[in-house]
């Protein structure tokens, strides 16, 4: 590539906009007027697809947004610097240093290359200095060229510093017997870009000044080049400075690991080069994290706070499920709308008794007719069916976080054991945490060599399902029994007196409290349970009203957390919960309450209670406008079985943006400090 940027395309404290948009639109406008793109318009909604999907602001004041669009011609470069900067989504505030990088649709490593290349110089003080000073386009252009490699020939790249040359001998703390240590690493963002390879070059760094063996994997997005076996089998430690899954993560098995996000890669990449020392040292517990071993006298740094592990744990469980949440409540929603509300009747019977070529004849109760029926029997029953996968998905991946491969299996059980027992994903959560640590405990055990071999496959998944399931089972299922017999007594007390409005607030309260869980369960079992014995023909009466308040009450969750994610304050949630969002869209329309369990389960204790603000409000607002509901499910798609539905609409909208509004509020100014410290190293086996 050559001459990828030219003055042409350098704004230097120009006012581009207030906002990214703007800014990236501006840019794309230099791009195309300089011929190197055939549309501004088209350039800029493939650059702007590229940022909704992740923010590109990166700590520094620093953004770079890019994309690989067919209006592009010619590989390009486009700089701005800013005055005042533009919030593009970074931790530490707006960037007034932005870079669009313009690739043509089939240029993918040519694109990377250029990215790789800016990235890898972005994390270098002096070149973004030298940006911030330069007093011309032309400047820029040198600078930039320089660091990219499109230096004229005889220019040396000054604005990139080369890496410190290695020291004479190892710090003692940093050898393993006598000699310095050897440490492997992989570096992972979830674009697989920037991030990536700015991790990959600040440990490669650190190692070389700190004198030892480093040898790094990014991990791209465009694939990677996988370490040499023979490097790996000789390395002393792993680090995994990753925010997504490990390739081929069996090839390191055996090795002494330290986890972090890529982020930590880049900020403390010395710092994660002695934990993985201190890892490798400690021969007895080779799979212990970085804050275990500086427990034992490291000069590690100092150890999480347990939340923010946990934190992580949870993330990791919650990635996993979604693909369970977001394809079974979609197909549920489906079925409501070609089999109709009452489609959850006789489903099963549909789809076992009838086919394309044998519709139903009986209870026909779809919009569509005997076809509806039939084919919303089997959207029903899928989803359905994927849904019950769900708790299981998040305990076995919460103790896959925990203890890898040998914590899925006790995972799943323990998960499966709080469906037995009622517990909903509360109980799944605590079902992985036991099933993972108690696998990750076993897999620290040394035992002899002629077991060594059946521990992954036999004895940790034995042993892991038999105490974590046993423990779910001995002490659970009684207290979950007797709190489901309390609540529903109280609330059929409280239904028989005049505090109508009351038992909504209650309803909704209960509905949002663990989101599918035993709470849940209890007030829409209650809710049902009334309107299956209703014995009046008044579509006013008490049970229609109490299912109105209970549906309404149960899409505010997930409403909410879509509502918030993706239009109110995207920079609040990760880029996965922005994804999860747009899901929960129509989850939350169809009564589906689990499509906010990514958001809960990630971050409960600012979630839970925010929802369960709108669901009060919901709730006791449904009372007091006597909505009523003959349909036991199904949201806005069974509108036509609620009277008044203008009623039910304006409930639903004033509990989600009240729980919107809340939860927002809770992640700006409540314990902020815990969050950041989520990317931090958690235990976890090779």
């Keep these: 590539m050559s001459d990828t940027i030219t003055p042409s395309l350098v704004s230097l404290d120009e006012d581009l906009g207030s906002d990214k948009a703007a800014v990236v639109r501006s840019l794309a406008a230099r791009v195309a007027a300089t011929g190197r793109a055939r549309d501004a318009e088209a350039l800029f909604a493939d650059a702007w697809a590229r940022e909704q999907k992740d923010e590109t602001g990166l700590p520094g004041g620093i953004a770079i947004p890019h994309a690989k669009s067919s209006a592009v011609t010619e590989a390009s470069l486009a700089f701005a610097r800013l005055a005042p900067g533009v919030d593009f989504g970074a931790d530490d505030g707006p960037a007034d240093l932005v870079f669009l990088i313009a690739a043509p649709e089939g240029a993918a490593e040519e694109h990377l290359a250029v990215l790789s290349k800016l990235a890898r110089s972005l994390m270098q003080d002096d070149f973004t200095s030298s940006l911030r000073a330069a007093a011309s386009a032309e400047e820029v252009v040198r600078i930039v060229r320089a660091a990219i490699g499109e230096a004229p020939a005889g220019t040396a790249p000054a604005a990139a510093p080369a890496a410190a040359a290695p020291a004479a001998s190892a710090d003692t703390r940093l050898q393993i017997d006598g000699r310095p240590a050897r440490i492997v690493a992989v570096t992972a963002c979830a674009t697989g870009i920037a991030h990536t390879f700015m991790a990959a070059d600040a440990l490669t760094a650190a190692g070389a000044e700190e004198g030892i063996e480093l040898t790094v994997e990014p991990q791209g997005s465009s694939g990677y080049k996988a370490l040499p076996q023979d490097v790996i089998d000789n390395a002393d430690a792993v680090i995994f400075a990753v925010d997504v899954d490990v390739r081929e993560p069996q090839r390191f098995g055996g090795k002494p690991v330290v986890r972090s996000g890529v982020k930590r890669g880049i900020e403390a990449p010395a710092a994660l080069i002695s934990e993985a020392v201190a890892a490798a ?155 993972g640590f108690i696998a990750w405990w076993l897999g620290r055990l040394n035992p002899p060599r002629w077991l060594r071999g059946l521990m992954p496959v036999v004895i940790i998944p034995l042993l892991g399902s038999i105490v974590a399931s046993g423990l779910m089972l001995l002490f659970l299922g009684r207290p979950i029994a007797s709190l489901m017999e309390l609540l529903n007594d109280g609330l059929t007390n409280l239904a028989g007196t005049s505090g109508i409005v009351l038992v909504g607030v209650i309803l909704g309260l209960m509905m949002c409290f663990d989101l599918g869980g035993p709470v849940n369960k209890v007030a829409y079992a209650f809710a049902t349970a009334g309107l299956a014995s209703a014995s009046t023909g008044d579509i006013h009466a008490v049970p229609f009203l109490i299912m109105g308040a209970v549906m309404a009450a149960g899409m505010v969750p997930p409403l909410a957390m879509a509502l918030a994610s993706t239009v109110l304050a995207k920079n609040a949630f990760t880029p996965v919960e922005r994804e999860n969002g747009k899901a929960a869209w129509l989850l939350g329309a169809a009564f589906i309450s689990e499509g906010a369990i990514p958001f809960a389960a990630a971050d409960p204790l600012r979630v839970i209670p925010a929802s369960m603000v709108g669901g009060a409000v919901t709730g006791g607002l449904s009372m007091a406008l006597g909505v009523s509901s003959l349909a036991p499910h199904g949201g806005i798609f069974v509108l036509f079985a609620i009277d008044p539905w203008w009623g039910f609409v304006l409930a639903v909208l004033a509990g989600t943006v009240a729980t919107a509004l809340v939860v927002i509020a809770l992640k700006k100014w409540v314990g902020r400090k815990e969050l950041a410290e989520a990317e931090a190293p958690v235990p976890v086996a090779a």
Excluded: C, H
């Design 281 to 435: 040292r400690d021969s007895k517990s080779a799979r212990v994290s970085a804050a275990a071993a500086s427990s034992e006298g490291s000069s590690a740094a100092p150890p999480t706070s347990w939340p923010a592990r946990i934190q992580r744990i949870l993330l990791t469980g919650v990635s996993y499920m979604i693909p369970f949440v977001a394809g079974g409540g979609l197909l549920i929603a489906l079925g409501f709308l070609l089999g109709g509300y009452n489609v959850t009747d006789n489903a099963g019977t549909v789809i076992i008794q009838n086919s394309l070529w044998n519709l139903p004849t009986d209870d026909i109760t779809s919009p569509l007719g005997p076809l509806g029926q039939y084919l919303g029997s089997v959207a029903f029953m899928i989803g359905s069916t994927s849904m019950g996968f769900l708790v299981s998905a998040l305990a076995g991946y919460i103790a896959f976080a925990i203890a890898d491969r040998p914590g899925i299996a006790p995972g799943f059980v323990a998960g499966a054991v709080a469906v037995l027992m009622n517990a909903g994903f509360i109980g799944g959560i605590i079902g992985g945490l036991l099933a």
